[in-house]
């Protein structure tokens, strides 16, 4: 299965944590996004909650 990304364009990066308050995807995986294997999107993924939920000040 073929992962979409995780984008809701909301595209602004916080300069604290370095994720985009959208997101949460640091810039590096967004610019990577479409080059990474499944398995390295699934691991974003599966970080995305705790990102979200360690940076609710965004």
Do not use: F, H, Q
């Not at 997101?23 to 691991?43: L, Q």
């Amino acid at each position: 299965m073929s992962r979409k990304s995780p984008c809701i364009k909301v595209c602004m990066m916080d300069p604290d944590s370095g994720l985009c308050a959208g997101c949460y995807r640091t810039i590096e995986e967004i610019g990577n996004w479409s080059s990474m294997t499944e398995e390295e999107r699934e691991s974003v993924w599966r970080e995305l909650p705790l990102r979200k939920a360690g940076n609710s000040t965004i």
